[in-house]
Protein backbone atom coordinates (compact mmCIF):
# COMPACT_ATOMS: atom_id res chain seq x y z
CA UNK A 1 0.00 0.00 0.00
CA UNK A 2 1.99 3.47 -0.72
CA UNK A 3 0.16 6.38 0.12
CA UNK A 4 -0.15 9.39 -2.24
CA UNK A 5 0.97 12.64 -1.51
CA UNK A 6 -1.98 14.38 -2.96
CA UNK A 7 -4.35 12.23 -0.88
CA UNK A 8 -2.41 13.51 2.44
CA UNK A 9 -2.01 16.69 1.85
CA UNK A 10 -5.74 17.05 1.27
CA UNK A 11 -6.99 15.16 4.51
CA UNK A 12 -4.42 16.78 6.56
CA UNK A 13 -6.89 18.73 7.83
CA UNK A 14 -7.69 19.70 11.83
CA UNK A 15 -9.98 17.26 12.76
CA UNK A 16 -11.33 15.80 16.00
CA UNK A 17 -10.45 12.44 17.06
CA UNK A 18 -13.62 11.66 18.18
CA UNK A 19 -13.06 10.22 21.47
CA UNK A 20 -16.37 11.34 22.31
CA UNK A 21 -19.15 12.39 20.39
CA UNK A 22 -19.56 15.94 20.63
CA UNK A 23 -15.27 16.24 20.40
CA UNK A 24 -14.58 18.11 23.76
CA UNK A 25 -14.41 21.56 23.28
CA UNK A 26 -17.96 21.31 22.68
CA UNK A 27 -17.98 20.93 26.50
CA UNK A 28 -19.48 24.09 28.36
CA UNK A 29 -20.03 25.80 31.70
CA UNK A 30 -23.74 25.86 31.15
CA UNK A 31 -24.68 23.33 34.05
CA UNK A 32 -25.64 23.78 37.56
CA UNK A 33 -24.50 21.60 40.60
CA UNK A 34 -27.90 20.06 40.66
CA UNK A 35 -27.88 19.34 37.04
CA UNK A 36 -24.86 16.88 37.28
CA UNK A 37 -26.24 15.20 40.23
CA UNK A 38 -29.71 14.13 38.58
CA UNK A 39 -27.43 13.11 35.62
CA UNK A 40 -25.21 11.08 37.33
CA UNK A 41 -28.69 9.31 39.30
CA UNK A 42 -30.62 9.18 35.85
CA UNK A 43 -27.55 6.96 34.57
CA UNK A 44 -28.47 3.91 36.92
CA UNK A 45 -32.12 3.70 34.13
CA UNK A 46 -30.15 4.56 31.02
CA UNK A 47 -27.48 1.56 30.78
CA UNK A 48 -27.96 -0.02 33.79
CA UNK A 49 -26.05 -3.22 32.83
CA UNK A 50 -22.24 -1.91 34.06
CA UNK A 51 -20.31 0.67 35.72
CA UNK A 52 -16.67 1.57 34.62
CA UNK A 53 -14.41 3.83 36.73
CA UNK A 54 -11.68 6.09 34.93
CA UNK A 55 -8.97 7.03 37.86
CA UNK A 56 -7.18 10.42 37.33
CA UNK A 57 -3.93 10.80 38.90
CA UNK A 58 -2.05 13.87 37.50
CA UNK A 59 1.14 13.06 38.93
CA UNK A 60 4.71 12.73 37.25
CA UNK A 61 8.34 12.74 38.94
CA UNK A 62 9.14 14.92 35.05
CA UNK A 63 7.79 16.52 32.31
CA UNK A 64 7.79 15.03 28.88
CA UNK A 65 8.17 17.64 26.71
CA UNK A 66 5.60 16.06 24.10
CA UNK A 67 3.01 15.60 26.91
CA UNK A 68 -0.61 16.53 26.00
CA UNK A 69 -2.23 14.89 28.93
CA UNK A 70 -3.02 16.76 32.50
CA UNK A 71 -0.37 16.31 34.45
CA UNK A 72 1.11 18.36 37.90
CA UNK A 73 5.18 17.72 38.23
CA UNK A 74 5.28 16.80 42.13
CA UNK A 75 7.19 15.57 44.75
CA UNK A 76 4.87 17.17 47.41
CA UNK A 77 4.23 13.72 48.85
CA UNK A 78 1.40 15.91 51.36
CA UNK A 79 -0.31 17.21 48.39
CA UNK A 80 -0.45 13.59 47.18
CA UNK A 81 -1.71 11.76 50.12
CA UNK A 82 -4.21 14.47 50.24
CA UNK A 83 -5.41 14.46 46.59
CA UNK A 84 -5.83 10.55 47.52
CA UNK A 85 -8.13 11.20 50.47
CA UNK A 86 -10.05 13.29 48.21
CA UNK A 87 -10.17 10.23 45.63
CA UNK A 88 -11.49 7.91 48.25
CA UNK A 89 -14.41 10.42 49.43
CA UNK A 90 -15.14 11.40 45.86
CA UNK A 91 -16.05 7.23 45.20
CA UNK A 92 -18.86 7.12 48.66
CA UNK A 93 -20.40 10.15 46.74
CA UNK A 94 -20.63 7.70 43.58
CA UNK A 95 -21.65 4.99 45.55
CA UNK A 96 -24.50 6.96 46.94
CA UNK A 97 -25.96 8.03 43.55
CA UNK A 98 -25.53 4.70 41.68
CA UNK A 99 -27.73 2.06 41.98
CA UNK A 100 -26.29 -0.96 44.34
CA UNK A 101 -27.16 -3.83 42.24
CA UNK A 102 -24.70 -2.38 39.69
CA UNK A 103 -21.30 -4.09 39.37
CA UNK A 104 -18.38 -2.76 38.31
CA UNK A 105 -17.06 -4.14 34.88
CA UNK A 106 -13.99 -2.04 34.57
CA UNK A 107 -11.91 0.56 36.57
CA UNK A 108 -9.14 2.48 34.53
CA UNK A 109 -6.53 4.56 36.31
CA UNK A 110 -4.90 7.09 34.04
CA UNK A 111 -2.64 10.03 34.37
CA UNK A 112 -0.76 11.70 34.73
CA UNK A 113 1.19 8.59 36.05
CA UNK A 114 -0.54 6.43 38.19
CA UNK A 115 2.37 4.21 39.39
CA UNK A 116 4.27 7.28 40.86
CA UNK A 117 1.63 7.12 43.45
CA UNK A 118 3.18 4.83 46.62
CA UNK A 119 1.93 1.57 46.26
CA UNK A 120 0.15 1.53 49.89
CA UNK A 121 -1.81 4.76 48.03
CA UNK A 122 -3.08 2.20 44.95
CA UNK A 123 -3.74 -0.56 47.68
CA UNK A 124 -5.80 1.44 49.73
CA UNK A 125 -8.23 3.14 46.86
CA UNK A 126 -8.67 -0.67 45.87
CA UNK A 127 -9.55 -1.66 48.89
CA UNK A 128 -12.56 1.61 48.80
CA UNK A 129 -13.99 -0.29 45.66
CA UNK A 130 -13.79 -3.69 47.07
CA UNK A 131 -15.30 -2.51 50.21
CA UNK A 132 -18.32 -0.21 48.88
CA UNK A 133 -19.10 -2.39 45.50
CA UNK A 134 -19.56 -5.64 43.31
CA UNK A 135 -17.24 -6.23 40.95
CA UNK A 136 -18.26 -8.48 37.48
CA UNK A 137 -16.04 -11.90 36.92
CA UNK A 138 -13.58 -10.85 35.22
CA UNK A 139 -13.74 -7.06 35.36
CA UNK A 140 -10.67 -5.18 33.43
CA UNK A 141 -8.52 -3.15 36.16
CA UNK A 142 -6.03 -1.74 34.27
CA UNK A 143 -3.35 1.09 34.88
CA UNK A 144 -1.40 3.08 32.78
CA UNK A 145 1.96 3.31 33.87
CA UNK A 146 5.75 4.74 33.86
CA UNK A 147 8.12 2.05 33.03
CA UNK A 148 10.85 3.76 34.51
CA UNK A 149 8.75 3.79 37.69
CA UNK A 150 7.99 0.15 37.87
CA UNK A 151 10.19 -2.52 40.02
CA UNK A 152 9.34 -6.10 40.68
CA UNK A 153 8.04 -5.75 44.19
CA UNK A 154 5.78 -2.81 42.61
CA UNK A 155 4.65 -5.01 40.30
CA UNK A 156 3.85 -8.02 43.39
CA UNK A 157 1.51 -5.43 44.51
CA UNK A 158 -0.01 -3.49 41.87
CA UNK A 159 -1.09 -7.07 40.55
CA UNK A 160 -2.25 -8.42 44.60
CA UNK A 161 -4.21 -5.43 44.87
CA UNK A 162 -6.14 -6.30 41.47
CA UNK A 163 -4.61 -4.70 38.86
CA UNK A 164 -4.60 -7.41 35.85
CA UNK A 165 -3.69 -5.05 32.79
CA UNK A 166 -1.10 -2.75 32.58
CA UNK A 167 -0.06 -0.26 29.72
CA UNK A 168 3.53 0.63 29.65
CA UNK A 169 4.59 3.92 27.79
CA UNK A 170 7.46 3.23 25.91
CA UNK A 171 6.79 5.66 22.73
CA UNK A 172 10.42 5.19 21.57
CA UNK A 173 13.38 2.98 22.29
CA UNK A 174 16.19 5.43 20.62
CA UNK A 175 17.77 6.78 23.37
CA UNK A 176 18.14 10.43 20.80
CA UNK A 177 14.52 10.87 20.52
CA UNK A 178 13.80 10.54 24.19
CA UNK A 179 16.31 12.64 25.71
CA UNK A 180 15.56 15.32 23.27
CA UNK A 181 11.27 14.63 24.89
CA UNK A 182 12.73 15.14 28.10
CA UNK A 183 11.87 11.58 29.25
CA UNK A 184 13.22 8.31 31.35
CA UNK A 185 14.13 5.11 29.74
CA UNK A 186 13.02 2.25 31.47
CA UNK A 187 15.89 0.86 34.12
CA UNK A 188 14.60 -3.04 33.62
CA UNK A 189 14.39 -3.76 29.62
CA UNK A 190 10.37 -4.17 28.75
CA UNK A 191 10.84 -7.49 27.62
CA UNK A 192 11.27 -8.65 31.11
CA UNK A 193 9.16 -6.13 32.98
CA UNK A 194 6.32 -7.46 30.28
CA UNK A 195 6.74 -11.24 31.24
CA UNK A 196 7.42 -10.46 35.09
CA UNK A 197 3.86 -8.83 34.92
CA UNK A 198 2.20 -11.62 33.07
CA UNK A 199 3.92 -14.16 35.15
CA UNK A 200 1.98 -12.74 37.92
CA UNK A 201 -1.17 -13.60 36.60
CA UNK A 202 -2.31 -9.51 34.82
CA UNK A 203 -3.81 -10.53 31.75
CA UNK A 204 -2.67 -8.37 29.69
CA UNK A 205 0.21 -5.90 28.71
CA UNK A 206 -0.31 -2.97 25.99
CA UNK A 207 2.48 -0.71 24.70
CA UNK A 208 2.44 2.82 23.85
CA UNK A 209 4.78 4.45 21.17
CA UNK A 210 4.48 8.47 19.86
CA UNK A 211 5.36 8.66 16.55
CA UNK A 212 6.30 12.13 14.83
CA UNK A 213 8.67 13.29 17.83
CA UNK A 214 12.39 14.56 16.92
CA UNK A 215 15.16 12.67 15.49
CA UNK A 216 12.46 9.57 14.33
CA UNK A 217 13.03 8.30 10.99
CA UNK A 218 11.88 5.19 9.06
CA UNK A 219 14.48 3.28 9.75
CA UNK A 220 14.55 4.07 13.59
CA UNK A 221 10.93 3.65 14.20
CA UNK A 222 10.91 0.29 12.46
CA UNK A 223 14.20 -0.64 15.07
CA UNK A 224 11.96 0.29 17.69
CA UNK A 225 8.64 -1.48 16.72
CA UNK A 226 10.57 -4.65 15.95
CA UNK A 227 12.25 -4.76 19.41
CA UNK A 228 8.65 -3.90 20.85
CA UNK A 229 7.40 -7.17 19.16
CA UNK A 230 9.93 -8.72 20.37
CA UNK A 231 8.76 -8.17 24.27
CA UNK A 232 5.49 -10.11 22.74
CA UNK A 233 3.00 -7.44 24.10
CA UNK A 234 -0.78 -8.66 23.73
CA UNK A 235 -1.63 -4.74 22.65
CA UNK A 236 0.42 -1.44 21.08
CA UNK A 237 -0.49 1.46 20.55
CA UNK A 238 1.23 3.12 18.01
CA UNK A 239 -0.05 7.60 18.82
CA UNK A 240 0.57 10.15 16.58
CA UNK A 241 1.94 13.22 18.24
CA UNK A 242 -0.48 16.21 18.74
CA UNK A 243 0.89 19.00 18.81
CA UNK A 244 -1.25 21.23 20.26
CA UNK A 245 1.39 24.25 21.68
CA UNK A 246 -1.15 26.52 22.45
CA UNK A 247 -2.28 24.24 24.70
CA UNK A 248 0.62 22.39 25.83
CA UNK A 249 3.38 25.26 26.16
CA UNK A 250 6.22 22.34 26.77
CA UNK A 251 6.17 21.51 23.71
CA UNK A 252 6.80 24.80 21.83
CA UNK A 253 10.81 22.94 23.64
CA UNK A 254 9.85 20.67 20.54
CA UNK A 255 9.51 23.03 17.80
CA UNK A 256 13.57 23.97 17.97
CA UNK A 257 14.45 20.69 16.11
CA UNK A 258 12.71 19.73 12.62
CA UNK A 259 9.68 18.30 13.32
CA UNK A 260 8.90 14.91 10.90
CA UNK A 261 6.55 16.50 7.95
CA UNK A 262 2.89 14.75 7.46
CA UNK A 263 4.19 12.71 4.73
CA UNK A 264 7.13 11.69 7.18
CA UNK A 265 4.66 10.82 10.06
CA UNK A 266 2.67 8.86 7.88
CA UNK A 267 5.40 7.06 6.94
CA UNK A 268 6.40 5.89 10.45
CA UNK A 269 2.85 5.23 10.60
CA UNK A 270 2.75 2.99 7.68
CA UNK A 271 6.42 1.27 8.83
CA UNK A 272 4.76 0.34 12.14
CA UNK A 273 1.55 -0.97 10.48
CA UNK A 274 3.30 -2.90 7.74
CA UNK A 275 6.06 -4.25 11.10
CA UNK A 276 3.12 -5.21 13.03
CA UNK A 277 0.55 -6.88 10.42
CA UNK A 278 3.62 -8.73 9.57
CA UNK A 279 4.09 -10.56 12.50
CA UNK A 280 0.81 -10.98 13.31
CA UNK A 281 -0.98 -8.08 14.85
CA UNK A 282 -4.40 -7.10 14.44
CA UNK A 283 -5.17 -3.48 13.62
CA UNK A 284 -7.92 -2.00 15.21
CA UNK A 285 -9.85 1.67 14.65
CA UNK A 286 -7.26 4.36 14.44
CA UNK A 287 -4.00 3.22 16.35
CA UNK A 288 -4.25 0.05 18.00
CA UNK A 289 -3.01 -3.16 17.10
CA UNK A 290 -3.83 -6.80 19.12
CA UNK A 291 -2.70 -10.25 19.05
CA UNK A 292 -5.44 -12.23 16.77
CA UNK A 293 -6.59 -14.23 19.97
CA UNK A 294 -6.91 -11.05 22.16
CA UNK A 295 -10.71 -9.83 22.62
CA UNK A 296 -10.35 -6.88 20.76
CA UNK A 297 -9.07 -8.76 17.25
CA UNK A 298 -12.09 -10.94 18.08
CA UNK A 299 -14.49 -8.15 18.85
CA UNK A 300 -13.41 -6.33 15.46
CA UNK A 301 -14.75 -9.49 13.70
CA UNK A 302 -18.17 -9.25 15.76
CA UNK A 303 -18.43 -5.46 14.78
CA UNK A 304 -18.42 -5.08 18.75
CA UNK A 305 -15.67 -2.51 19.23
CA UNK A 306 -16.44 -0.03 21.46
CA UNK A 307 -14.19 3.34 22.42
CA UNK A 308 -14.37 5.86 24.99
CA UNK A 309 -11.74 8.59 26.09
CA UNK A 310 -9.52 5.03 27.97
CA UNK A 311 -9.35 3.71 24.60
CA UNK A 312 -10.68 0.68 22.42
CA UNK A 313 -12.81 -1.46 24.12
CA UNK A 314 -14.88 -4.31 24.28
CA UNK A 315 -19.36 -3.63 24.37
CA UNK A 316 -19.21 -6.90 26.59
CA UNK A 317 -17.45 -5.09 29.34
CA UNK A 318 -18.00 -1.30 28.80
CA UNK A 319 -19.73 0.39 30.88
CA UNK A 320 -21.06 4.12 31.57
CA UNK A 321 -17.84 5.58 33.18
CA UNK A 322 -17.84 7.84 35.98
CA UNK A 323 -14.53 9.75 36.46
CA UNK A 324 -12.87 10.49 40.11
CA UNK A 325 -10.11 13.02 39.95
CA UNK A 326 -9.05 16.23 38.15
CA UNK A 327 -9.72 16.44 34.42
CA UNK A 328 -11.39 13.27 34.70
CA UNK A 329 -14.63 13.25 32.23
CA UNK A 330 -17.55 11.33 33.24
CA UNK A 331 -19.17 9.58 29.99
CA UNK A 332 -22.96 8.93 30.09
CA UNK A 333 -25.38 7.81 27.81
CA UNK A 334 -27.19 11.19 28.19
CA UNK A 335 -24.16 13.61 29.43
CA UNK A 336 -20.14 14.63 29.38
CA UNK A 337 -19.04 15.55 32.61
CA UNK A 338 -15.50 17.02 33.24
CA UNK A 339 -14.06 17.64 36.55
CA UNK A 340 -12.29 20.64 37.06
CA UNK A 341 -8.32 20.34 36.46
CA UNK A 342 -7.62 22.62 39.50
CA UNK A 343 -6.26 20.22 42.24
CA UNK A 344 -6.92 23.01 45.33
CA UNK A 345 -10.47 23.04 42.97
CA UNK A 346 -11.06 19.83 43.68
CA UNK A 347 -9.78 19.07 47.12
CA UNK A 348 -12.12 21.53 48.27
CA UNK A 349 -15.17 21.45 46.66
CA UNK A 350 -15.04 17.61 47.43
CA UNK A 351 -14.48 18.29 50.59
CA UNK A 352 -17.50 20.27 50.66
CA UNK A 353 -19.56 17.63 49.72
CA UNK A 354 -19.96 19.01 45.95
CA UNK A 355 -18.94 17.74 42.52
CA UNK A 356 -15.81 19.43 41.34
CA UNK A 357 -17.38 19.90 37.97
CA UNK A 358 -15.84 22.17 35.21
CA UNK A 359 -18.02 21.85 32.29
CA UNK A 360 -20.44 19.33 31.06
CA UNK A 361 -22.17 18.41 27.90
CA UNK A 362 -26.16 16.90 27.76
CA UNK A 363 -26.14 15.14 24.69
CA UNK A 364 -29.29 15.45 22.77
CA UNK A 365 -31.54 12.17 20.68
CA UNK A 366 -29.61 13.89 17.25
CA UNK A 367 -26.07 14.13 18.77
CA UNK A 368 -26.71 10.22 19.85
CA UNK A 369 -27.44 8.92 16.27
CA UNK A 370 -24.45 10.74 15.07
CA UNK A 371 -22.47 9.64 17.67
CA UNK A 372 -22.94 6.15 17.30
CA UNK A 373 -22.27 5.80 13.34
CA UNK A 374 -18.96 7.76 14.18
CA UNK A 375 -17.82 5.34 16.37
CA UNK A 376 -18.90 2.36 14.24
CA UNK A 377 -16.17 4.11 11.36
CA UNK A 378 -13.78 4.86 14.32
CA UNK A 379 -14.15 1.42 15.99
CA UNK A 380 -15.44 -1.03 13.50
CA UNK A 381 -14.52 0.00 10.16
CA UNK A 382 -17.92 -0.42 8.87
CA UNK A 383 -21.49 1.47 9.44
CA UNK A 384 -24.46 -0.05 7.97
CA UNK A 385 -27.46 2.83 7.83
CA UNK A 386 -30.15 0.57 7.56
CA UNK A 387 -29.08 -0.97 11.00
CA UNK A 388 -28.86 2.37 12.39
CA UNK A 389 -31.99 3.30 11.11
CA UNK A 390 -33.98 1.01 12.42
CA UNK A 391 -32.49 0.88 15.66
CA UNK A 392 -33.48 4.57 16.57
CA UNK A 393 -37.15 3.68 14.34
CA UNK A 394 -36.35 6.19 11.26
CA UNK A 395 -35.97 5.83 7.70
CA UNK A 396 -32.79 6.06 5.72
CA UNK A 397 -33.61 9.09 4.51
CA UNK A 398 -34.35 10.94 8.03
CA UNK A 399 -31.65 9.67 9.44
CA UNK A 400 -29.39 11.02 6.11
CA UNK A 401 -31.08 14.51 7.26
CA UNK A 402 -29.72 13.85 10.56
CA UNK A 403 -26.36 13.10 9.42
CA UNK A 404 -24.12 15.45 7.01
CA UNK A 405 -24.96 12.87 4.45
CA UNK A 406 -23.12 13.31 0.77
CA UNK A 407 -23.40 11.07 -1.69
CA UNK A 408 -21.11 12.72 -3.79
CA UNK A 409 -18.50 12.70 -0.82
CA UNK A 410 -18.60 9.20 -0.04
CA UNK A 411 -17.99 8.18 -4.17
CA UNK A 412 -15.16 10.54 -3.67
CA UNK A 413 -13.71 8.71 -0.44
CA UNK A 414 -14.59 5.58 -3.04
CA UNK A 415 -12.67 6.64 -5.84
CA UNK A 416 -9.89 7.13 -3.45
CA UNK A 417 -10.10 3.91 -2.23
CA UNK A 418 -10.60 4.86 1.22
CA UNK A 419 -14.10 2.72 1.66
CA UNK A 420 -16.48 0.49 -0.28
CA UNK A 421 -19.95 1.97 -0.16
CA UNK A 422 -23.06 -0.31 -1.18
CA UNK A 423 -26.92 -0.55 -0.01
CA UNK A 424 -26.10 1.78 2.28
CA UNK A 425 -23.09 0.29 4.32
CA UNK A 426 -19.71 1.40 4.29
CA UNK A 427 -16.82 -0.64 4.34
CA UNK A 428 -13.34 1.33 5.47
CA UNK A 429 -10.25 -0.09 3.30
CA UNK A 430 -6.46 -0.65 4.75
CA UNK A 431 -5.99 2.42 3.03
CA UNK A 432 -9.02 4.42 4.10
CA UNK A 433 -8.11 3.57 7.99
CA UNK A 434 -5.30 6.20 8.02
CA UNK A 435 -8.33 8.57 6.97
CA UNK A 436 -10.64 7.26 9.22
CA UNK A 437 -11.13 10.63 10.98
CA UNK A 438 -11.72 12.74 7.76
CA UNK A 439 -14.20 9.98 6.79
CA UNK A 440 -16.26 10.41 10.27
CA UNK A 441 -15.79 13.87 9.94
CA UNK A 442 -17.71 13.92 7.09
CA UNK A 443 -20.61 12.78 8.77
CA UNK A 444 -20.68 15.49 11.46
CA UNK A 445 -22.98 18.24 10.49
CA UNK A 446 -20.84 19.99 13.44
CA UNK A 447 -17.64 20.04 10.86
CA UNK A 448 -20.06 22.40 8.39
CA UNK A 449 -19.77 25.32 11.40
CA UNK A 450 -17.05 24.20 13.30
CA UNK A 451 -15.18 26.90 14.41
CA UNK A 452 -13.23 24.94 17.08
CA UNK A 453 -9.41 23.72 16.98
CA UNK A 454 -8.47 20.60 16.45
CA UNK A 455 -4.96 18.52 16.07
CA UNK A 456 -4.25 17.70 12.32
CA UNK A 457 -5.79 13.97 11.27
CA UNK A 458 -2.16 13.23 10.37
C1 LIG B 1 -0.82 9.10 30.70
S1 LIG B 1 0.38 8.61 29.55
C2 LIG B 1 0.86 6.96 30.05
C3 LIG B 1 1.43 6.74 31.42
C4 LIG B 1 2.70 7.44 31.80
N1 LIG B 1 2.44 8.78 32.16
C5 LIG B 1 3.75 7.38 30.72
O1 LIG B 1 4.03 8.40 30.15
O2 LIG B 1 4.27 6.28 30.51
C6 LIG B 1 -0.62 8.25 28.18
C7 LIG B 1 -0.02 8.08 26.82
O3 LIG B 1 -0.41 9.14 25.98
C8 LIG B 1 0.49 9.28 24.92
N2 LIG B 1 0.70 10.71 24.68
C9 LIG B 1 1.04 11.66 25.57
N3 LIG B 1 1.12 12.86 24.97
C10 LIG B 1 0.83 12.68 23.68
C11 LIG B 1 0.74 13.55 22.55
N4 LIG B 1 0.98 14.86 22.65
N5 LIG B 1 0.38 13.02 21.36
C12 LIG B 1 0.12 11.70 21.24
N6 LIG B 1 0.19 10.83 22.27
C13 LIG B 1 0.54 11.31 23.47
C14 LIG B 1 1.75 8.55 25.31
O4 LIG B 1 1.94 7.45 24.45
C15 LIG B 1 1.46 8.09 26.71
O5 LIG B 1 1.99 6.81 26.96
S1 LIG C 1 3.92 11.31 29.00
FE1 LIG C 1 3.35 10.36 30.91
S2 LIG C 1 5.13 10.67 32.27
FE2 LIG C 1 5.39 12.04 30.58
S3 LIG C 1 4.54 13.97 31.35
FE3 LIG C 1 2.92 12.91 30.18
S4 LIG C 1 1.78 11.77 31.65
FE4 LIG C 1 3.73 12.36 32.63
Known amino acids: MQL ?7 YNIPTPRYTSYPPANYFNEDFSQERIVAAFAESNLSQPQNISFYIHIPFCGKLCYYCGCNTHISKDQDQIKKYVETLKKEILMFKKLLDPTRKISQIHWG ?3 PNYLPIEEVEGIMAVFVEHFAFIPK ?13 FDYIDRLVGSGINRVSLGVQDFESTVMKAVNRDESIIPIAELIQYIKSKGAISVN ?23 EANPDRLAIFSYAHIPWLKKAQQKLERYE ?11 DIAYKTLTSKGYVSIGLDHFAKPQDELSLALQSKSIHRNFQGYCTRETTGQVYALGVSGISQLENAYIQNTKSITS ?20 HEKIIREVINEIMCNNFVSLPQIAAKYHLNIEQLKNILTFEEETIHQFEKEGLLTYSENRLEITAMGQFFMRNIAASF ?15
Request: negative net charge; glycine residues 4%.
Open 4 to 10: SAKLLEK
Open 111 to 113: GGT
Open 139 to 151: AEIAMECHPAHLS
Open 207 to 229: LDFVYGLPFQTTESFQKTIEKAT
Open 259 to 269: LPSAEEKTNLF
Open 346 to 365: YIKAIDQGSFAIEKAYFVDN
Open 444 to 458: DPKMKTNLKSFSKAL
